[in-house]
């Protein structure tokens, strides 16, 4: 059973479901990966996994699972040792046509 981010807290605000929700894209150089997987690990969306195809180097990027799951917080960016990710925030108008 996947455990979403709404699952593993009791508590949420009353306004929680009138509040906009931020939504991100993930893109991944895929040949700049070197595999580490710290962006998999700290994902606090879970929004990526680590891959089984291999890249120009022979480490496994990771592949984005859940796209609409993405909050846009750009931590996997930041933890990035290689610069290999990068998070875009998404109009609401773009999240409403990936839906």
């Known amino acids: 059973m996947r455990r979403t981010a709404e ?8 306004d929680a479901d009138s509040l906009p929700r931020v939504r991100g894209s993930v893109r991944i150089h895929e040949d700049r990966c070197k595999g580490c997987a710290y962006c998999v690990e700290y994902c606090p969306r879970g929004v990526l996994v680590r891959s089984e195809r291999f890249n120009l180097k022979g480490y496994h990027p990771p592949d984005v699972m859940e796209s609409l799951e993405c909050a846009a917080c750009g931590l996997c960016e930041l933890i990035c ?4 990710i990068r ?3 998404l109009e609401p108008a773009e999240v409403d046509r990936a839906s």
């Open 7 to 14: 699952s593993r807290f009791w508590r949420r605000p009353f």
């Open 81 to 84: 040792p290689e610069f290999a």
């Open 87 to 89: 998070v875009e925030q």
